[in-house]
Each structure stands twice: as structure tokens, then as C-alpha cells.
Nanobody, 121 residues
Framework: QLVESGGGLVQPGGSLRLSCATS????????VGWFRQAPGKEREAVSC????????YYADSVKERFTISRENGQSMVYLQMNGLKPEDTAVYYC????????????????WGQGTQVTVSS
């Protein structure tokens, strides 16, 4: 089960931290990713953290602004979002899958319900 939290309304330039509780998933070889979907647009990858080597992946649009992290020994994955822009407005989803090496939505089998992030003045 994946449960996201931390979304909300924030002004441009502000920050939010999203959390994903990945209960029921063993840490070994489980890649966790954050994806987002804006109205009228396809779901897109935001960031993933590898379950094999811990390396992060970031979409070009969020590099240098977002940071994904995993709490050692726990089942929480975070997405720290700084310098938020109106174009970051979307529903953000957490997803997990074992033995996934690419941050592509179609490779992930388990999804949370999503949390709304709105960036507006």
C-alpha cells in the first residue's frame, strides 16, 4: 500500500515536502518514484530513487529544485520541492515496483491515490 501526503496550495517560489509511506514493500530492490499529472496532460515522471543502488533520477524540468530521498531503515520516501512554479501544479502520485531500472510510469505496478499540489499566487 502506498499513501501520499504533504500536498497543498503554495505560492510561486515556495516549498513543499511530499511523503510516501510504502508499507508492505520490502526495501530490497524496490524502486520508488514520483509522478505527476496535470489536467489535460499525460502522467509524467518527476523523480525516482533506485532500489538497487539508491541513485536518483530527475526530470529535466525539476532538476536543481526537487530532491528525492529515502529514510534509511524505514519505508518512507520523500520529495522535497523547492522553487515551485505554477507549471508544477498537478496531482502527484507515488509508485513502487521491484527490479525497475527506469523511471517510466508503465513499469510501476503499485500506485498511491495521489496528492494535489497547487502553485498559485
Amino acid at each position: 500500500q502506498l499513501v501520499e501526503s504533504g500536498g497543498g496550495l503554495v505560492q510561486p517560489g515556495g516549498s513543499l515536502r511530499l511523503s510516501c509511506a510504502t508499507s508492505g514493500f520490502t526495501r530490497a530492490y524496490t524502486t520508488v518514484g514520483w509522478f505527476r499529472q496535470a489536467p489535460g496532460k499525460e502522467r509524467e515522471a518527476v523523480s525516482c530513487i533506485s532500489g538497487t543502488n539508491g541513485r536518483p533520477y530527475y526530470a529535466d524540468s525539476v532538476k536543481e529544485r526537487f530532491t528525492i530521498s529515502r529514510e534509511n531503515g524505514q519505508s518512507m520516501v520523500y520529495l522535497q520541492m523547492n522553487g515551485l512554479k505554477p507549471e508544477d501544479t498537478a496531482v502527484y502520485y507515488c509508485a513502487a515496483s521491484r527490479l525497475v531500472s527506469n523511471c517510466v510510469a508503465s513499469l510501476f505496478g503499485s500506485w498511491g491515490q495521489g496528492t494535489q499540489v497547487t502553485v498559485s499566487s
